[in-house]
């Protein structure tokens, strides 16, 4: 049953068209006939035979504050706003007499949580098209053809780094997992520290290169010559022929 649909007594017809129908037909006719799930069929007549009574019992426990349109549009906000807290929620005028324990607890029957945000740098659209292209184009490659390539980075140690942790509501799938409104996005330039520069190639780790102030074209060249020619030297000492050097933001270079 559709979790957003609301949730009704049986009505004195439906008891009636049940009690006479089990004498004939299966529940699970019943059911289609009437349009009800089969477990409530079943859970009805064992009821009944147990009472001895068809009349419902007296509720017990309070009324829920939250009606099933009010439901419907906790999710709508909770979909399209991710990143707001629940403390927001909770002083939401729709939602103002509802306790944020409330909240969690309607959402989570909907399948819908507070999930650490996806850390991912910041890319653009050009920048997206690019890698994708990239990946569509070295789809077809064997475990051998990537064995063949150097693969190379710097990393940047920043004095700024945000440690803050963002939360967004969510559902437990992929798709909405890395959907850019749920993703914590890293800015790649900031107050330095540390650079540093490594590379490793299939199971095989290169050298660690550690870069003080800026990275020009003169320092990257002798890092070059000084960690990545001896690491090459090492791979073709193994058999490795044909390597491929992916740089660091730049096309394949072969060796």
Same mark, same amino acid.
């Given at each position: 049953m559709?979790p957003?649909h609301?949730?009704h007594?049986?009505?004195?017809? @439906?008891?009636?068209e049940i009690?006479?129908?089990?004498? $004939? ?5 019943i059911?289609?006939?009437?349009k009800i ?6 859970? $009805? ?10 009349n ?5 426990g309070a ?6 349109s009010d439901i ?11 990143q707001v807290? %629940? ?6 005028t729709? %939602?103002?007499?509802?306790s ?15 999930w ?9 659209q050009k920048?997206?098209?690019?890698r ?10 064997t =475990?051998?053809?990537?064995?063949k390539?150097?693969?190379?980075d710097?990393?940047?140690? =920043?004095q ?9 509501f969510?559902? @437990?799938?992929?798709?909405?997992k890395?959907?850019p409104?749920?993703v914590?996005? =890293?800015?790649k330039?900031?107050g330095?520290?540390?650079?540093v520069?490594?590379? %490793?190639?299939? *199971? ?7 870069? *003080?102030?800026?990275?020009? +074209?003169?320092?990257?060249? +002798? ?12 791979? @073709?000492?193994?058999?490795?022929? *044909?390597?491929? %050097?992916?740089q660091?933001?730049?096309? *394949?270079?072969?060796?």
């Open positions: 559709d957003l609301e949730w007594e049986l009505t004195e017809f @439906q008891k009636g009690i006479e129908g089990a004498k $004939f037909s299966s529940h699970t006719k059911a289609c006939d009437l799930p089969q477990r409530t069929i079943s859970n $009805f007549l064992s009821c009944a035979t147990q009472r001895k009574s068809v419902n019992l007296p509720h017990v009324p829920r504050k939250l009606s099933q419907r549009c906790l999710v709508h906000t909770a979909e399209s706003e991710t807290p %629940f403390a927001e929620l909770s002083i939401n729709t %939602f103002g007499n509802v944020t324990r409330t909240l969690r607890r309607r959402l989570k029957e909907e399948g819908i949580r507070k650490r945000a996806v850390g991912r740098c910041l890319l653009t920048d997206t098209k690019a994708y292209k990239w990946a569509r184009t070295h789809r077809h490659w =475990k051998e053809d990537w064995a390539i150097i693969w190379s710097k990393c940047i140690i =920043k700024d780094s945000d440690l803050h942790q963002l939360w967004v969510r559902c @437990q799938n992929k798709r909405e890395y959907d409104k749920n914590q996005t =890293k800015l330039y900031g330095v520290k540390q650079m520069w490594a590379c %490793f190639s299939n *199971n095989k780790l290169g050298p660690i290169a550690f870069i *003080n102030g800026a990275c020009n +074209s003169h320092v990257y060249i +002798s890092i070059l010559e000084t960690k990545l020619v001896p690491f090459i030297q090492a791979l @073709q000492g193994d058999g490795i022929t *044909n390597i491929i %050097f992916q660091d933001n730049a096309c *394949n270079e072969c060796i």
